[in-house]
């Protein structure tokens, strides 16, 4: 989810450049930089780490004044957070400069047909090729936006581009498929940016692209044509927040807006993962196949929210695959002489990938000679380089420090992972892969949907503001939802919340229940768990019978429970084992507007780092 920055107009390119990339920091920060065009010329500087390490570069080498200019913030997918890697990339000649967002699936073959026509290709990214591939349609066009549209015709995969050439030294081009770019158009200036954060103090008024076109700039206006070189329209509208907002794009915090992109950050995670044999495909394995189908058990291990992912990557192993599965805190399970050998496959799940718990819990289990799986967000980051396979969610960064999107995220990997297990072991026949993954890409339609109806789950939520206890039930993979559930109201809130398994009730948690305590309570679907459905249900009237304010999730259709919900929550029918991509999303919500009318800081909360580095 990188930041991209595109200017033409009056001003030094390089400051409203900058300025953008400040405002889109949070989208990228593994690596920065930019390129401006002086004197028909290219310069460019760049540098991995945050914006501040390009910034002190530019203070020691200043680059050139000119009035176009490109930049970018950088999230790492193909290739480590370095030098090298970081954006713009140029060609061979230093004509072209291009940044880009997304993820190109066929640049392997690409890179290989250009490197037979003798190009030099320095780095490890699959952006590098767009711009070797814009430098060879330029020679022959003469015209940067038909070479945009020739290389767009040619590629696979979620992208935007943005690009200029020395050539035509007035004129930024940019491509979009499947990832955002919005236009900014100014008083004889033109602005692009995958966010109008990057140009908000400049002007409000702007054009969102469609899917596959293209948009030329120039100082006196923008052309917009389709892939084909058609012309086409962008939808124009005026932002009605001001720069003080912009670097949340207008949300009141970070969690708010990360909330809002989980739809488009599940479908990042399943971008690309069959395969042109309709297999499904890792990021990085380095385990055989013949490895796999000797592993006898599974462990996951990890921290926090990280861990209710992988209660629920349980149930999915051991139903795609009938390979045991145990699912072990990181931070006590090395110091309990776990049982561990060649046959253990350990699956370490991480959002940072820096986590020390789970990075101390995946070195306990290498040296017990066990292979290590990581689900990670990170790039580069020590847990998925010391691990023997790797599978990233993209979810973008996530600045706010309860974890949305990238539980999510986690929950589509932990779905792959399972698939891929029974994929390799011969549990699961292709078609039957296939069909799953299918039913995955629905799901963010379905958190859509849930996020259209959540007004009244903020009411209640305020008019529970002034209560100190909330407790959770579920079952099956609703139990580990409750648990995230009960997280997400602790870390933000600062209330008492407790999650139970709903079965569990009569032996012990019940005598909590009194009058008006909520307590919500997350329901299986009746079509594809009717028993467990029926006993939640049991559980529900037991609770309310006892005074309880009953909150109930339930999906679309289920009447069943009508009767004993105080409060109903309805969410789109899924598959039960896929229901928690769903039925956590209203949970996310609840807590983040309780802790707001509560006046809590939402996105730090109190004690709490984004990623815990220490044991």
Same mark, same amino acid.
């Given at each position: 989810m990188?930041?991209?920055?595109g200017?033409?107009?009056?001003?030094?390119?390089?400051d409203v450049v900058?300025?953008?990339?400040?405002r889109?920091e949070?989208?990228?920060?593994?690596?920065?930089?930019?390129a401006?065009?002086?004197?028909?010329q290219l310069?460019? &500087?760049?540098?991995?780490?945050k914006?501040?390490?390009?910034?002190k570069?530019?203070?020691?080498?200043?680059?050139?004044? =000119?009035w176009?200019?490109?930049?970018?913030t950088?999230?790492?997918?193909h290739? #480590?957070p370095?030098?090298?890697?970081?954006?713009?990339?140029?060609?061979?000649a230093?004509?072209?400069?291009?940044?880009?967002n997304?993820?190109?699936?066929?640049?392997?073959?690409?890179?290989?047909?250009?490197m037979?026509? =003798?190009?030099e290709?320095?780095?490890?990214?699959d952006?590098?090729?767009?711009?070797h591939l814009?430098?060879?349609?330029?020679?022959?066009?003469?015209?940067?936006?038909e070479?945009?549209?020739?290389?767009?015709?040619?590629?696979?995969? &979620?992208?935007?581009?943005?690009?200029?050439?020395?050539?035509?030294?007035d004129v930024?081009?940019g491509?979009?498929?499947?990832?955002?770019?919005?236009?900014?158009?100014?008083?004889?200036?033109?602005?692009?940016?995958?966010?109008?954060? #990057?140009?908000?103090?400049?002007t409000?008024?702007?054009?969102?692209?469609?899917?596959?076109?293209?948009?030329?700039?120039?100082?006196?206006?923008?052309?917009?044509? =389709?892939f084909?070189?058609?012309?086409?329209?962008?939808? &124009?509208?005026?932002? *009605?927040?001001?720069a003080?907002?912009?670097?949340?794009?207008?949300?009141?915090? /970070? +969690?708010?807006?990360?909330?809002?992109?989980?739809?488009?950050?599940? /479908?990042d995670?399943?971008?690309?993962?069959?395969d042109?044999e309709?297999?499904?495909?890792?990021d990085?394995v380095?385990?055989? $196949?013949?490895?796999?189908?000797?592993?006898?058990?599974?462990?996951?291990?990890?921290?926090?929210?990280?861990f209710?992912?992988?209660?629920?990557?349980?149930? $999915?192993?051991?139903?795609f695959?009938?390979?045991?599965c145990?699912?072990?805190?990181?931070s006590?399970?090395?110091?309990? *002489?776990?049982?561990?050998?060649?046959?253990?496959l350990?699956? $370490?799940?991480s959002?940072s990938?820096?986590t +020390?718990?789970?990075?101390?819990?995946?070195?306990?289990?290498r040296e017990?000679?066990?292979?290590?799986?990581?689900?990670?967000n990170?790039n580069?980051?020590?847990?998925?380089?010391?691990?023997?396979?790797?599978?990233?969610?993209?979810?973008?960064?996530? %600045?706010?420090?309860?974890?949305?999107?990238? /539980?999510?995220?986690?929950?589509?990997?932990?779905?792959?992972v399972?698939?891929y297990?029974?994929?390799?072991?011969?549990?699961k026949?292709?078609?039957? %892969?296939?069909?799953?993954?299918? *039913?995955l890409?629905?799901?963010g339609?379905a958190?859509?949907?849930?996020?259209?109806?959540?007004e009244p789950?903020?009411?209640?939520?305020?008019s529970?503001?002034?209560?100190?206890?909330?407790?959770?039930?579920?079952?099956?993979?609703?139990?580990?939802?409750?648990l995230?559930?009960?997280?997400?109201?602790?870390?933000?809130?600062?209330?008492?919340?407790? =999650? /139970?398994?709903?079965?569990?009730l009569?032996?012990?948690p019940?005598?909590?229940?009194?009058e008006g305590?909520?307590?919500?309570?997350?329901?299986?679907?009746?079509?594809g768990?009717?028993?467990?459905?029926?006993?939640?249900?049991?559980n529900?009237?037991?609770?309310?019978?006892?005074?309880?304010?009953?909150?109930?999730?339930a999906?679309?259709g289920?009447e069943?429970?009508?009767?004993?919900?105080?409060?109903?929550v309805?969410?789109p029918?899924?598959p039960?084992?896929?229901?928690?991509?769903?039925?956590?999303?209203p949970?996310?919500?609840?807590?983040?507007?309780l802790?707001t009318?509560?006046?809590? $800081?939402?996105?730090?909360?109190?004690?709490?780092?984004?990623s815990v580095?220490v044991?």
């Amino acid at each position: 989810m990188c930041g991209i920055v595109g200017y033409v107009g009056p001003q030094s390119a390089l400051d409203v450049v900058m300025a953008g990339l400040k405002r889109l920091e949070y989208r990228g920060y593994d690596s920065a930089g930019v390129a401006v065009l002086a004197d028909g010329q290219l310069a460019a &500087a760049k540098k991995a780490g945050k914006l501040v390490n390009l910034e002190k570069e530019l203070a020691e080498r200043p680059l050139p004044a =000119g009035w176009t200019g490109i930049g970018h913030t950088r999230w790492a997918t193909h290739g #480590a957070p370095t030098d090298a890697n970081a954006h713009p990339h140029l060609d061979n000649a230093g004509r072209v400069a291009v940044v880009h967002n997304g993820i190109i699936e066929n640049f392997a073959e690409l890179r290989g047909e250009l490197m037979e026509r =003798g190009h030099e290709l320095t780095s490890e990214t699959d952006t590098e090729v767009v711009a070797h591939l814009l430098a060879e349609e330029f020679s022959a066009t003469a015209d940067l936006a038909e070479a945009m549209r020739l290389v767009c015709r040619r590629l696979k995969g &979620a992208f935007t581009l943005v690009a200029m050439h020395a050539d035509e030294p007035d004129v930024v081009v940019g491509a979009r498929r499947n990832s955002p770019l919005v236009v900014g158009i100014g008083d004889g200036e033109a602005f692009l940016a995958s966010d109008v954060a #990057a140009f908000i103090a400049h002007t409000r008024s702007a054009l969102e692209l469609g899917q596959d076109q293209v948009v030329e700039l120039r100082r006196d206006g923008v052309t917009v044509t =389709g892939f084909d070189g058609r012309p086409a329209e962008a939808r &124009a509208f005026t932002v *009605d927040w001001d720069a003080a907002a912009a670097e949340k794009g207008g949300y009141a915090s /970070f +969690m708010l807006k990360e909330i809002a992109e989980q739809p488009k950050a599940v /479908f990042d995670t399943l971008l690309g993962r069959i395969d042109a044999e309709g297999n499904l495909t890792l990021d990085e394995v380095r385990i055989s $196949a013949s490895e796999l189908r000797e592993m006898d058990k599974v462990v996951i291990v990890a921290c926090g929210t990280a861990f209710h992912a992988g209660l629920i990557a349980k149930y $999915a192993i051991e139903h795609f695959t009938r390979i045991p599965c145990e699912v072990e805190l990181a931070s006590e399970f090395r110091y309990r *002489d776990p049982i561990l050998d060649a046959q253990t496959l350990v699956i $370490a799940i991480s959002q940072s990938g820096e986590t +020390m718990d789970t990075l101390m819990a995946l070195r306990h289990a290498r040296e017990q000679g066990s292979k290590v799986l990581a689900i990670c967000n990170t790039n580069g980051s020590t847990i998925p380089r010391e691990s023997d396979a790797v599978l990233y969610t993209h979810a973008g960064p996530e %600045v706010a420090v309860a974890s949305t999107k990238a /539980f999510l995220t986690q929950l589509v990997a932990c779905y792959l992972v399972a698939l891929y297990l029974g994929q390799v072991r011969g549990t699961k026949w292709g078609d039957e %892969v296939r069909a799953v993954v299918r *039913d995955l890409a629905q799901i963010g339609d379905a958190v859509e949907r849930v996020l259209g109806t959540m007004e009244p789950v903020r009411q209640l939520a305020r008019s529970l503001a002034d209560r100190n206890t909330v407790l959770f039930l579920g079952r099956h993979v609703g139990y580990p939802v409750a648990l995230e559930g009960a997280l997400k109201l602790k870390e933000l809130a600062y209330m008492h919340a407790e =999650g /139970f398994a709903a079965g569990e009730l009569k032996h012990g948690p019940i005598a909590l229940i009194e009058e008006g305590l909520p307590v919500v309570v997350v329901v299986p679907s009746p079509r594809g768990r009717s028993l467990l459905h029926d006993k939640i249900v049991s559980n529900i009237q037991e609770i309310r019978a006892r005074g309880a304010r009953t909150i109930v999730i339930a999906e679309e259709g289920d009447e069943a429970v009508v009767p004993y919900a105080d409060h109903l929550v309805r969410i789109p029918p899924t598959p039960t084992l896929l229901q928690p991509l769903v039925a956590t999303v209203p949970l996310q919500v609840f807590a983040c507007e309780l802790a707001t009318v509560r006046g809590n $800081a939402v996105d730090q909360p109190r004690n709490l780092a984004k990623s815990v580095t220490v044991e």
